[in-house]
């Protein structure tokens, strides 16, 4: 019964290569921990038994410590970087035709106006939000010192 709990280890740990969520992994340790009883008992229910038992045991007390390290480091998508950031329209933005398009560290993007303002050429902006393939951005408002 030992290959079996083996099969079934191995089979756990290949789906969390193919998965990032670092559960199915303690699924793969409870099989391991169930092989090796099965090297004490041949009984089916008590392999079994430790299986599933050290498996919900596993899950909820090493998930939380996981999670701290994990997703620690997460570092920012191209397009996600770009929210907040200033950049100038180099096609008018028009709501009504759905066209217009922005400069943003040195990258063209088509652009909507948040609130359905037409922006036009030349106009210093700032990405507020991320919609598709769109970025949804506002004119910068200057203040000016008379």
Sequence with gaps: MWCFWLIVAGVFFIIEIATVGFLIFWLGVGALLAMITSFLTNSIFIQTIVFVITSCILIPLTKPLADKFVGKNIIPT???SLINKHGVVIMDINPIQATGQVKVNGEIWSAKSENELV???????EVLKIDGVKLIVSPIKVNSVL
């Design 119 to 125: 922006i036009n050429k030349g106009t210093e902006i």
């Design 78 to 80: 191209n397009t996600s």
